[in-house]
């Protein structure tokens, strides 16, 4: 059931998993949707994702997932490098 605690929840998790870069969610679409945006240090979007569905979401596997690909995504982009859970910047030079 889709809950204001379950909802804030996801909303918690999601916007705590990118330490140290900065995670704003956004629950839209009366709701039943949810969008966040992953920034750097300066601000600039690392990785943005939208329309998932916080019902979805309520299965914890699929919110892990979900943190697991945006993650990967931000590696990808060469700005950033991850160890473990920690999101760390890449050695200047």
Do not use: H, W
Request: charge should be positive; charged fraction near 25%.
């Amino acid at each position: 059931m889709l809950t204001l605690e379950a909802v804030t929840k996801i909303k918690t998790e999601l916007e705590g998993a990118f330490t140290p870069l900065r995670c704003r969610a956004q629950i839209y679409d009366a709701g039943e949707r949810l969008r966040f945006s992953v920034f750097d240090q300066d601000y600039d979007v690392a990785c943005e994702m939208a329309g998932l569905s916080l019902r979805a979401l309520l299965d914890q596997n699929l919110l892990s997932d979900v943190i697991q690909k945006a993650r990967r995504q931000i590696q990808g982009s060469r700005r950033f490098r991850t160890t473990g859970l920690t999101i760390t910047y890449p050695p200047d030079g």
